[in-house]
């Protein structure tokens, strides 16, 4: 019952920037536990951006750590995650990730109950 629709995707060269956006529909969004994460093909599915729907902890990937951000506008019941300074390396699959039951933050897919179908970012 709860749904994420990922879009923002797309094609940039390297240096460049995207935003990626979240929608989520469902109870209790203030209290969801949100994440992004991102897979490759032939690569195992990684953490990306975590963050808690209510208040500001947040945490990211060293890989990702100083380019992206990932943000909350709970008025409308999205999640963004900005992509600045895109490298080759961050090609893949993105995926909007949500779970009700999380106390603290994670960073591991199989944490997660509620996903969306995805939004492809290539950088070339």
């Known amino acids: 019952h709860v749904q994420l629709v990922e879009s923002g995707g797309g094609a940039v060269q390297a240096g460049g920037s995207l935003t990626l956006s979240c929608a989520v529909s469902?109870?209790?969004?203030?209290?969801?536990?949100m994440g992004w994460f991102r897979q490759a093909p032939g690569k195992e599915r990684e953490g990306v951006a975590n963050?808690?729907?209510?208040?500001?902890?947040?945490h990211y990937a060293d890989s990702v750590k100083g380019r992206f951000t990932i943000s909350k506008e709970n008025a409308k019941n999205t999640l963004y995650l900005q992509m600045n300074n895109l490298k080759s390396e961050d090609t893949a699959m993105y995926y909007c990730?949500?779970?009700?039951?999380?106390?603290?933050?994670?960073?591991?897919?199989?944490?997660?109950?509620?996903w969306g179908q995805g939004t492809q970012v290539t950088v070339s």
């Open positions: 990730a949500a779970d009700r039951g999380l106390c603290a933050l994670s960073d591991n897919a199989v944490d997660y109950g509620y």
């Open positions: 963050a808690y729907t209510s208040g500001g902890l947040t």
């Open positions: 469902g109870p209790s969004y203030r209290n969801y536990t």
